[in-house]
């Protein structure tokens, strides 16, 4: 999508495109530099244009993509300007690890989108950075463990929605539907009941109107004329992608303050029924103490909740959902599956300690989390001057550390580019870890809610390969599938239907 159409669509005035020019001529004049071409410390990179940048030569709907040709050409630590923004992109998995691990603390922060970063203002647990950061993220890990994360409780909640899900798949009848939207609120259950300790009924309009609005706002972020803003704040305030993420927070926060009334009525500190109770508890402990200065307040737990509910339920969902288009493309894999599945467990309830005794089944589910690769990258900034590889690169300096090279990783992978479950199956057909996967991320800012999502992605997809065989709607066949990505602040698939036929 070129530069003129992105902003035409933007603009509802020819006169407004006069005025942009002005505006890139003061600001370039008055405020914009490049850093030193002729310091060979910082990392190589193509040469950017006055405050363009590399715009010019990224293609926004796939950024992640462009960034990853850039990396064949300028090696594995490079940098690009997006727009006025100076990003050092790392990519391949030795040297993301080699970041993300051994230099922790020096990438260790966060830069948020400016779009994100508006709706956070700094606080709850996935773009923070600081002793705020710090203190809600063990507070969320410790007590997302207390209320089943990693435990049986947890499993006990999932196979309870993994039955409410099987239920809504048979009331379509083996009719194609698209699978989106009751994976979403399955998974989004589960992480509701440990926040605010009960799960919804998936007709439930405030439920329902929550999890599309996050759904759409995951979308959105990555759009575009959303990374125009983030770039362009000035001229790009007025876009309708911006009105619309914005209008879709301030529902959530709106319901969300409902749900904590609700709950704040019925408090008892003595029996937390999830962490919203948790918290409102240790921020009364924290007030009654006297302490001025805590990090416990409204705005923290406001955001902490949206983050826990955003991410934990886009990533998983969106994972389930490949993995069914997955399996539907190349039904020899779903054979495989549900012949070991049926050979293992036969027709009893899967359970997590199964995981061991269904290899092939395993190594399906992790090549889905390969293959989709739905956080193409994440969003860091580095703590302190740091010299990374030989190269210089200066503190508060954005850092992409390229997730998808590292799950492509040419030099890591048989076939990086294909759904080839003996990746993770060593020549007897037994289950292998590999030390370049890595769909959580690592190091500080790996994904806190890992231990659940595994949990979730094995007992979701066991349990809808036990009741159903998935194949494309009538008159597709599996080749006419399509695997391309659309392109959010995760990697969802193309939109499409299964009809998912009962096998029981």
């Not at 850039?70 to 992109?89: E, R, W």
């Not at 009654?288 to 416990?296: A, I, L, Q, R």
Request: hydrophobic share 40%; charged share 20%.
């Amino acid at each position: 999508m070129g530069m003129l159409d992105l902003f035409l669509q933007s603009s509802s005035s020819v006169s407004l495109l006069g005025a942009l020019v002005v505006l890139l001529l003061v600001y370039l004049v008055s405020s914009f530099s490049f850093s030193s071409q002729g310091d060979r410390k910082e990392p190589p990179g193509p040469k950017p244009l006055p405050l363009l940048g590399n715009l010019l030569q990224l293609d926004l709907k796939r950024t992640y993509y462009t960034l990853l040709e850039l990396s064949k050409k300028y090696g594995s630590v490079f940098t690009v300007y997006l727009g006025p923004q100076k990003v050092v992109v790392l990519a391949g998995y030795k040297t993301v690890k080699e970041a993300l691990v051994n230099y922790a603390d020096e990438f260790g922060d966060r830069q948020p989108p400016r779009i994100l970063h508006e709706n956070s203002g700094g606080h709850g647990v996935l773009m923070a950075n600081g002793e705020s950061w710090k203190e809600m993220r063990r507070f969320a890990i410790s007590n997302l463990r207390d209320f089943g994360m990693g435990k049986k409780a947890c499993e006990d909640k999932i196979i309870e929605e993994c039955e409410q899900l099987i239920e809504v798949f048979k009331k379509f009848k083996g009719e194609a539907f698209d699978t989106m939207q009751p994976l979403n609120y399955a998974v989004s259950n589960i992480i509701c009941s440990m926040v605010y300790g009960s799960r919804f009924e998936y007709d439930d309009p405030q439920f329902t109107s929550m999890v599309d609005g996050i759904n759409r706002s995951v979308q959105l972020v990555a759009s575009p004329s959303i990374q125009l803003y983030n770039m362009f704040p000035w001229i790009c305030k007025w876009i309708v992608n911006r009105r619309e993420i914005r209008k879709t927070t301030v529902f959530n926060k709106k319901q969300n303050s409902e749900l904590f009334s609700r709950l704040k009525e019925t408090l008892n500190p003595q029996m937390c029924r999830g962490f919203v109770d948790a918290f409102l508890v240790r921020k009364q402990n924290m007030e009654e103490s006297g302490k001025t200065n805590s990090h416990f307040h409204d705005e923290n737990l406001m955001m902490t909740v949206l983050n826990l509910f955003g991410a934990g339920t886009d990533t998983t969902a969106t994972t389930l959902r490949w993995g069914l288009l997955f399996i539907t493309k190349f039904p020899k894999i779903q054979d495989q599956v549900q012949e070991e599945l049926s050979r293992v467990i036969g027709s009893r309830q899967v359970q997590v300690e199964d995981r061991k005794h269904l290899p092939f089944t395993d190594a399906v589910v992790h090549e889905t989390q390969r293959l989709a690769s739905i956080v193409p990258f994440t969003t860091h900034r580095t703590s302190q001057d740091v010299t990374f590889q030989g190269h210089f690169i200066k503190k508060a300096t954005t850092v992409f550390p390229l997730m998808t090279s590292v799950l492509h990783d040419e030099s890591e992978w048989e076939k990086p580019h294909s759904f080839h479950p003996a990746h993770f199956l060593d020549k007897d057909g037994k289950f292998v870890k590999r030390d370049a996967f890595m769909p959580f991320s690592a190091g500080r800012r790996a994904c806190l809610g890992e231990s659940l999502a595994r949990m979730e992605l094995f007992m979701f997809f066991t349990s809808l390969l036990q009741n159903f065989r998935f194949t494309p709607p009538p008159g597709v066949s599996e080749d006419e599938l399509d695997l391309t990505p659309l392109t959010g602040l995760t990697l969802h698939a193309s939109p499409h239907k299964l009809c998912a036929v009962s096998c029981i």
